[in-house]
C-alpha cells in the first residue's frame, strides 16, 4: 500500500478496536490496583499497614475484592424504580470510560483524533452526573436522594470554574485538540501551561476533586451523614461499578491535568536541555509518571483533609473559585496580547 | 450522500420515538428523560450539519446544567404528584395554536421563496453554516419576527401566573 493512502473501512474499524481493548484493559487493570494502592498508602498515613493477607504483599487484594463484589447477592428495593436503578451505575462507568477514548495518551495514539477533544471531555463530564442523580432517586430511599441532589448541585458548581479554567489553556493553545495543547505549551517561553496559568491549575485541580466526588469534596456520599449517599442500597457488582467509574474518572482528571499544565508525554525545554538523558524516556511513560503522581495527590488529599461543609462547599465555587478562573482567563489574554 | 440520508433518517426517527414517548410516560421523571435523551439527540443533529462546536456546548448548557436543574427541581416535589400525569388535552386552550400557525405560514412562505441560485442544494441541505448564512442574509427580519412571536407564550405565561397568584390572595 502507498504511503498516504487510506486504509481500508474493516481495517480502520479493526484497528479502533484494538486500541479500545488496549486503554481498557490498561485503564481496568489501573482501576484495580488503584484501590489496593489507596488502601495501602492511607494505611501507612494512618500508620496501619494496610491489606496483606491475600497473596504477597496483600498484592491478589483487588482479585479478592472483585471475586467478592461479583457473587454477593444483588439486591434491588422493593420501593426502587426497577429500571432507573439498574441503569444508573452502567451510566456513570460508561461516561467515565468514553472520556477515554479523546485522550492522547502518545502523539500517534489516540482512539477518537477529534478537534473538540476538550470539549467532549467536558460534555460526557456533565452526562454522567445523570447517572449518580438518577440512582440517588430510584433507590427510594430519602438517604439516596439527598445524596443525588447534593451531587446535582455539586458538579454544577464546580463545573463551571472548571470549564472557565480550561478556556485558559485553551486559549493560550488556540485549539481543542488536546495534542495541539501539548505541542504549543511544549514550545512556548514557560514551557508548560502551570507557570503562566498557576491560578487555572489550583482552579482545576479543586475542581477535579469534586467533581470526582473525592475528598474533601465527598459530600454526596458523606457516610457520617448519608450512609453512603447515593450509594448506599447498592450492592454487589452494581456498586462496584460505581466505584469503578469513580477511580477511572480519577484517571481522566489526572491525564487532563498532565496534558493541560503539565506538558502531557513532554518534558519542558529548559528541563529537557539541562538534563538531555530525559529525551531517552518514552513519551508514555512520562506521560503516566505524571499521572501516578496526581493519582497519589488524590489520595494523599483524602488522607490529610476534613470533609467541607456544603455551604463552604458551595461558596468556595461561587464566590472564591469562578472569580479566581475569570482573573486566569484575563492574564491569559494578557499574555497572548503580549505575544509572550 | 446515501449514508446521510439514512443517518437522517434513523435520527429524526428517534426524534419522533422519544417525542412520542414524552406523552406515554405517565411519570414526569421519564417524561423528563424522554426529553433528555431528544435534546442529546439535537446535539447528534448538529453534528450531523457539521457544527461541532454547537453541538459539545448543546450538550454541556443544555443537557449537563440546564436540564439537571430541571431535574433538581423535581426532586423536589413529592413522589405522589410526579405519577399519575394525564395530559388533559380539552384545558390547551385554541390560542397556544396561534404562534404554531405563525411559523407554519413563514416556512410556507419560505418554501414558496425558495432557495435562491447563489446557494448550493447540496450544501443547504446539509451544512448549517451555509443554513446560517442564507437564513442571516435572506430572512433577518422574518427571523426577528419569529423571535418575537416565540418570547410572546413566556410573556403570557408569567402573566397568567400573576394572575392566579392575584385571585389566590384575594
Known amino acids: 500500500m502507498a504511503l498516504g493512502e487510506s486504509l481500508p473501512l474493516h481495517l480502520e474499524i479493526l484497528i479502533v478496536l484494538i486500541k479500545i481493548a488496549i486503554v481498557l484493559g490498561v485503564f481496568l487493570f489501573h482501576a484495580a490496583y488503584t484501590v489496593y494502592a489507596e488502601r495501602k498508602i492511607l494505611g501507612r498515613m494512618q500508620a496501619r499497614l494496610g491489606p496483606r493477607e491475600v497473596g504477597p504483599y496483600g498484592l491478589l487484594q483487588p ?87 447534593r451531587s446535582a448541585s455539586q458538579i454544577l458548581s464546580y463545573e463551571i470554574p472548571l470549564s472557565l479554567s480550561l478556556a485558559g489553556v485553551i486559549l493560550y493553545a488556540e485549539s481543542f485538540h488536546l495534542r495541539d495543547i501539548v505541542e504549543v505549551q511544549v514550545n512556548s517561553l514557560f514551557g508548560i501551561n502551570v507557570f503562566p496559568q498557576i491560578l487555572g491549575f489550583i482552579v482545576f485541580l479543586i475542581c477535579a476533586f469534586a467533581e470526582t466526588n473525592r475528598a474533601p469534596f465527598d459530600l454526596p456520599e458523606a457516610e457520617s451523614e448519608l450512609v453512603a449517599g447515593y450509594i448506599t442500597e447498592y450492592s454487589g457488582f452494581r456498586m462496584g461499578l460505581f466505584f469503578l467509574g469513580e477511580y477511572i474518572s480519577m484517571y481522566v482528571m489526572a491525564l487532563l491535568i498532565s496534558i493541560c499544565y503539565f506538558g502531557g508525554w513532554a518534558f519542558p525545554w529548559w528541563l529537557a536541555n539541562a538534563l538531555p538523558f530525559l529525551k531517552a524516556i518514552p513519551p508514555t511513560l512520562v506521560l503516566a509518571l505524571k499521572v501516578y503522581f496526581f493519582i497519589f495527590l488524590f489520595i494523599w488529599v483524602r488522607a490529610t483533609f476534613p470533609r467541607y461543609r456544603f455551604d463552604q462547599l458551595m461558596s468556595m465555587s461561587w464566590k472564591i473559585l469562578i472569580p479566581l478562573s475569570l482573573i486566569n482567563f484575563l492574564i491569559v489574554a494578557l499574555i497572548k496580547w503580549l505575544g509572550v | 450522500m446515501i449514508e446521510r440520508a439514512i443517518s437522517l433518517l434513523i435520527i429524526s426517527s428517534l426524534f419522533f420515538f422519544f417525542l412520542l414517548l414524552t406523552y406515554y410516560f405517565r411519570h414526569f421523571i421519564y417524561q423528563f428523560l424522554s426529553i433528555l435523551v431528544l435534546m442529546v439527540l439535537q446535539g447528534v443533529l448538529f453534528l450531523y450539519l457539521n457544527a461541532e462546536f454547537l453541538a459539545a456546548v448543546q450538550i454541556i448548557v443544555y443537557v449537563g446544567a440546564i436540564l439537571i436543574m430541571f431535574l433538581f427541581s423535581l426532586f423536589l416535589f413529592p413522589e405522589e404528584e410526579l405519577k399519575g400525569i394525564k395530559t388533559d388535552v380539552s384545558r390547551i386552550s385554541y390560542k397556544t395554536f396561534i404562534p404554531i400557525g405563525l411559523l407554519v405560514l413563514l416556512l410556507v412562505i419560505s418554501l414558496y421563496r425558495a432557495v435562491p441560485e447563489n446557494y448550493s442544494k447540496q450544501e443547504f441541505l446539509s451544512d448549517i453554516k451555509v443554513i446560517g448564512n442564507f437564513l442571516f442574509n435572506e430572512y433577518w427580519f422574518l427571523i426577528y419576527l419569529l423571535a418575537f412571536i416565540l418570547s410572546l407564550p413566556m410573556v403570557a405565561l408569567y402573566i397568567f401566573f400573576r394572575r392566579e397568584d392575584a385571585s389566590r390572595n384575594n
Open chain 1, 63 to 149: 482479585i479478592a475484592d472483585l471475586v467478592k463484589l461479583l457473587f454477593k447477592e444483588d439486591i434491588v428495593p422493593a420501593e426502587a424504580h426497577k429500571t432507573l436503578f439498574k441503569i444508573a451505575p452502567l451510566l456513570v462507568l460508561t461516561f467515565a470510560i468514553v472520556n477515554l477514548s479523546v485522550i492522547p495518551f502518545h502523539p500517534s495514539f489516540i482512539i477518537a483524533d477529534v478537534n473538540l477533544g476538550v470539549l467532549l471531555i467536558l460534555a460526557f463530564a456533565g452526562l454522567g452526573t445523570y447517572g449518580i442523580i438518577l440512582a440517588g432517586y430510584s433507590s427510594g430511599s430519602k438517604y439516596s436522594l439527598l445524596g443525588g441532589l
